[in-house]
């Protein structure tokens, strides 16, 4: 490691909780701004993930939240001088059984409250949106005008150079030991390559979040769990600004890639892993994956989407998301560690609302608190720890959609 001994902020992690936290601290004045992962920068799993940007949340809170990242992200590039691709192609949400079909009104009543262009369409109309939906099997249909997609191997990426260009220091392939705490307060950081004496840092270590703020007695309950997706080869009529798709009790969502789709879902039973059983060397490219579980997604919706049986795949990839028990982020200081702050549990939504966490986390570290209220977020609220951990986290990685 170059000769970093201090730093007055040290954020664990550059994929895109990381480094839109560093790149905003930057932003915002703060000085000696120091990224440590252990692999790559922006390498993990946010460049694997589907880049979709969803307004229609079951909370207030939440959509508050996301309307604060797309501004984010629509500034993007004039904020940090690096490109991102992104399109405003809207989406639809298809509902199948008739006991949803209330989900889509509440989001639509929500939705209204927040000025989100969002109202229920009819099918023919949902159809004539985006001529890949066939109408056979669907009850009602929601759109939403606001909805964005965006590439999401550029959103960490491009956090990093522009935080680089403002003068944080990067230190890849620099694996964080531990966080050292002395009476509550954070005093260092202990890498691999030697330890960074700083009062301040940011736990945002995607998959490895738990691990690292264990290594220092703290618990962050979240679970690691497999998600994965498809992208197809171009697809005759597909275009950019066909909206995305989602069915919402499949748990089922398409959107245009490339003059192809992007597709992928949320299965009953994902599969858990244990970062440390995965050992030392584990990068998520090694995750293993299951085309299976995909394809029998595609049986699930083939009345309604059946060009996903048919396209074929040019890419399977996925990553380790992490999934808390109650569907919300953990991010915010933790107890009893002074200076100790914590970007994580992204419930498969970490990369789309980065840029609204990330620009918060940077206000209440160089401001002394954030821009908006992030107490229901607060890691406190499982004081009293968490039964059932991995089932409550699977039933909400399934239900992402709001529907039972
Ligand atoms: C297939 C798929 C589709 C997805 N679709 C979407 C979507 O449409 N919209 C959306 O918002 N989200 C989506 N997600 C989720 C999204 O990818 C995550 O929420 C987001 O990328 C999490 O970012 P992160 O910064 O927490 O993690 P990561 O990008 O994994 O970054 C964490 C970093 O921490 C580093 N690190 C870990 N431990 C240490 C250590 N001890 N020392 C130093 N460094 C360390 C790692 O090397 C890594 O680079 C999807 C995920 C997948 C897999």
Same mark, same amino acid.
């Not at 949803?100 to 099918?123: N, T």
């Not at 914590?342 to 789309?352: K, Y």
């Given at each position: 490691m170059a000769a970093v001994h201090r730093a007055d902020v040290v954020v664990i992690g550059s994929g895109g909780l990381g480094a839109s936290t560093a790149f905003h601290l930057v932003a915002r004045g703060a @000085?000696?701004?120091?990224?440590?992962?252990?692999?790559? !920068?922006?390498?993990? =799993?946010?460049?694997?993930a589907a880049g979709l940007m969803s307004h229609a949340r079951t909370s207030d809170f939440m959509i508050e939240l996301v309307q604060l990242a797309t501004a984010n992200l629509k500034r993007f590039a004039a904020e940090t001088g690096e490109p991102l691709d992104w399109a405003q192609s809207g989406s639809l949400k298809v509902v199948r059984r008739e006991e949803d079909v209330e989900v889509i009104d509440g989001d639509v009543l929500r939705g209204q409250r927040h000025g989100l262009d969002i109202e229920r369409v009819s099918l023919d109309e949902a159809h004539r949106l985006n001529p890949l939906l066939q109408t056979e099997g669907i009850t009602a249909v929601m759109r939403v005008g606001d909805d964005v997609y965006f590439d999401p191997a550029q959103v960490a990426i491009g956090y990093v150079r522009g935080a680089e260009a403002r003068?944080?220091?990067?230190?890849?392939?620099?694996?964080?030991?531990? /966080?050292?705490?002395?009476?509550? @307060?954070? /005093?260092?950081?202990?890498?691999?390559?030697?330890?960074?004496?700083?009062?301040?840092?940011?736990?945002?270590?995607?998959?490895? =979040?738990?691990?690292?703020?264990?290594?220092?007695?703290?618990t962050i309950p979240l679970v690691p769990t497999r998600h994965q997706l498809f992208v197809t080869e171009p697809i005759e009529?597909?275009?950019?600004?066909?909206?995305?798709?989602?069915?919402?009790?499949?748990?089922?969502?398409?959107?245009?890639?490339?003059?192809? !789709?992007?597709?992928?879902?949320?299965?009953?039973?994902?599969?858990?892993?244990d970062m440390d059983a995965l050992g030392g060397r584990f990068s998520i490219p090694d995750t293993p994956l299951d085309a299976d579980v995909l394809w029998r997604m595609a049986d699930d919706v083939r009345l309604q989407l059946p060009v996903l049986r048919e396209a074929a795949v040019r890419e399977h990839r996925g990553g380790l998301p992490t999934m808390t028990a109650d569907g919300d982020h953990i991010v915010g200081p933790a107890p009893h560690a002074e200076g100790f702050f914590i970007a994580g549990g992204c419930n498969v939504a970490g990369l789309s609302v980065s840029p609204a966490i990330g620009d918060a986390l940077a206000a209440w570290i160089v401001e002394g608190e954030p821009p908006l209220?992030?107490?229901?977020?607060?890691?406190?609220?499982?004081?009293?720890?968490?039964?059932?951990?991995?089932r409550k986290a699977a039933w909400q990685y399934r239900h992402f959609y709001g529907v039972a």
């Amino acid at each position: 490691m170059a000769a970093v001994h201090r730093a007055d902020v040290v954020v664990i992690g550059s994929g895109g909780l990381g480094a839109s936290t560093a790149f905003h601290l930057v932003a915002r004045g703060a @000085r000696d701004v120091v990224v440590v992962d252990k692999h790559e !920068l922006a390498s993990q =799993t946010s460049p694997r993930a589907a880049g979709l940007m969803s307004h229609a949340r079951t909370s207030d809170f939440m959509i508050e939240l996301v309307q604060l990242a797309t501004a984010n992200l629509k500034r993007f590039a004039a904020e940090t001088g690096e490109p991102l691709d992104w399109a405003q192609s809207g989406s639809l949400k298809v509902v199948r059984r008739e006991e949803d079909v209330e989900v889509i009104d509440g989001d639509v009543l929500r939705g209204q409250r927040h000025g989100l262009d969002i109202e229920r369409v009819s099918l023919d109309e949902a159809h004539r949106l985006n001529p890949l939906l066939q109408t056979e099997g669907i009850t009602a249909v929601m759109r939403v005008g606001d909805d964005v997609y965006f590439d999401p191997a550029q959103v960490a990426i491009g956090y990093v150079r522009g935080a680089e260009a403002r003068g944080a220091t990067m230190l890849p392939h620099t694996t964080v030991r531990r /966080v050292n705490i002395e009476d509550e @307060r954070v /005093v260092g950081v202990e890498t691999d390559q030697g330890t960074i004496r700083t009062r301040v840092v940011v736990d945002a270590a995607g998959a490895w =979040t738990r691990q690292v703020a264990a290594a220092s007695g703290i618990t962050i309950p979240l679970v690691p769990t497999r998600h994965q997706l498809f992208v197809t080869e171009p697809i005759e009529g597909v275009h950019a600004e066909l909206p995305i798709v989602r069915i919402a009790d499949a748990a089922v969502y398409v959107r245009p890639c490339e003059g192809g !789709l992007l597709w992928g879902g949320y299965e009953e039973a994902p599969r858990m892993f244990d970062m440390d059983a995965l050992g030392g060397r584990f990068s998520i490219p090694d995750t293993p994956l299951d085309a299976d579980v995909l394809w029998r997604m595609a049986d699930d919706v083939r009345l309604q989407l059946p060009v996903l049986r048919e396209a074929a795949v040019r890419e399977h990839r996925g990553g380790l998301p992490t999934m808390t028990a109650d569907g919300d982020h953990i991010v915010g200081p933790a107890p009893h560690a002074e200076g100790f702050f914590i970007a994580g549990g992204c419930n498969v939504a970490g990369l789309s609302v980065s840029p609204a966490i990330g620009d918060a986390l940077a206000a209440w570290i160089v401001e002394g608190e954030p821009p908006l209220d992030l107490g229901r977020l607060s890691v406190t609220r499982f004081a009293s720890g968490v039964d059932e951990l991995e089932r409550k986290a699977a039933w909400q990685y399934r239900h992402f959609y709001g529907v039972a």
